[in-house]
């Protein structure tokens, strides 16, 4: 029997997002993403039931502002303590760890899936799904971006606006498009 295309993203490996099966899980993220971002502020604090049920995993006192959008959820894994501000788009077709006591400015980004180079594997809707590691007590400004297959150290500075597209070492601050590493002068 073929694997499914759920197994093929889930073990690091091209597969097709134009599939049955993922797009009822994209589905039923977006029902539980729609009812946590349109929850009054108070409720929205101690996530949606529906949300917190889709995540990997959500430590104590995790809150994610509206809006806020993921693909998957089920990859999603929040340390205690870890605060999403309004707009964070997760795309999260690989594990995104994030650590405790981490926070993200507004509008940041995440993007796990990476689309096939060749035209002929984008029109087929071939992607690869490479995770995010994010330590503890790390800051993520607003509007980053980072890449798939990145790893974040515990303690990190990721500046606003920054595209991340390589690993950052434990308490490192990075800024700019690539990002890369402050120099202490």
């Not at 690091?12 to 946590?36: K, M, P, Q």
């Not at 409720?43 to 917190?52: F, M, Y």
Request: glycine share 14%; proline share 4%; charged share 20%.
């Amino acid at each position: 029997m073929a694997e499914s295309e759920r197994a093929k993203m889930a073990d690091g490996e091209w597969y097709t997002c134009l599939d049955s099966e993922l797009e009822t899980l994209r589905a039923t993220a977006r029902d539980a993403v729609f009812e946590h971002n349109m929850l009054p502020p108070r409720e929205r604090a101690n996530l949606g039931p529906a949300l917190r049920a889709l995540l990997g995993g959500v430590g104590e006192g995790a809150r994610i502002e509206a809006p806020f959008h993921c693909a998957y959820g089920f990859n999603l894994f929040l340390g205690s303590g870890v605060f999403l501000n309004a707009g964070c788009t997760i795309l999260d077709t690989a594990s995104v760890r994030i650590g405790k006591g981490t926070l993200f400015g507004p509008n940041v980004q995440i993007y796990c899936a990476e689309h096939h180079r060749e035209l002929a594997g984008r029109r087929a809707g071939l992607e690869i799904a490479r995770p995010v590691a994010i330590g503890d007590n790390a800051w993520i400004g607003g509007s980053a971006i980072i890449l798939g297959g990145v790893s974040i150290g515990e303690g990190a500075i990721v500046g606003a606006g920054a595209v991340v597209t390589r690993d950052v070492a434990a308490n490192t601050t990075v800024v700019g498009n690539p990002a890369r590493p402050v120099k202490r002068g």
